[in-house]
T-cell receptor, first 111, second 116 residues
């Protein structure tokens, strides 16, 4: 079983839709949580960190449930420019803090 | 301004011909990483440097080596590239990692390697 798992998608949604991505992790020694965005043939870029209390950045909301070992990303009012792959990333105390990536969820926003 | 620079952006090599990819950073970060990313897969960590301390991942093939001559530069050497080594190679940096806490990693644009 992979340490960080995501639904690979693709998610095909119309502009203006709300879309939610889920991510689960299997190591209880979790430490930090992130969502990265990766455009086609480009490098991953940090979208947002995920805090225990949940956090919001404009149209993006991240939630963390440590008990269920579950992270989510909600995108409201999706734009064409949101089309990308969204990577769930977790670090674990017992792995020296290195980033463990999920396989990514592909989002395609259509006009 | 670019903070993590990778050269070349595209590299074509022949099967078995050694190739070197380079990465430089202007962030003065202590930690530098090399990842391999194949199509539709997550980035896979090959190794990282914490200052001059080299940390190899257990499943990184011996074919992959790295050098970090100074804080700013790090190189990935593929001694005998095989067809399966065709991938995007990403360099990343982060500030000092304290007690395992992972500072934000900044990725370079990547080098796309094609092996003929």
């Amino acid at each position: 079983r992979k340490e960080v798992e995501q639904d690979p998608g693709p998610f095909n949604v119309p502009e203006g839709a709300t879309v939610a991505f889920n991510c689960t992790y299997s190591n209880s020694a979790s430490q930090s949580f992130f969502w990265y965005r990766q455009d086609c043939r480009k490098e991953p870029k940090l979208l947002m960190s995920v805090y225990s209390s949940g956090n919001e950045d404009g149209r993006f909301t991240a939630q963390l449930n440590r008990a269920s070992q579950y992270i989510s990303l909600l995108i409201r009012d999706s734009k064409l420019s949101d089309s990308a792959t969204y990577l769930c990333v977790v670090t674990f105390y017992n792995q020296g803090g290195k980033l463990i990536f999920g396989q990514g969820t592909e989002l395609s926003v259509k006009p | 301004d670019a903070m993590v620079i990778q050269n070349p952006r595209y590299q074509v090599t022949q099967f078995g011909k050694p190739v070197t990819l380079s990465c430089s950073q202007t962030l003065n970060h202590n930690v530098m990483y090399w990842y391999q990313q194949k199509s539709s897969q997550a980035p896979k960590l090959l190794f990282h440097y914490y200052d001059k301390d080299f940390n190899n991942e257990a499943d990184t093939p011996d074919n992959f080596q790295s050098r970090r001559p100074n804080t700013s530069f790090c190189f990935l050497d593929i001694r005998s590239p095989g067809l399966g080594d065709a991938a995007m190679y990403l360099c990343a940096t982060s500030a000092l990692v304290v007690a395992g806490f992972q500072e934000t990693q900044y990725f370079g644009p990547g080098t796309r390697l094609l092996v003929l």
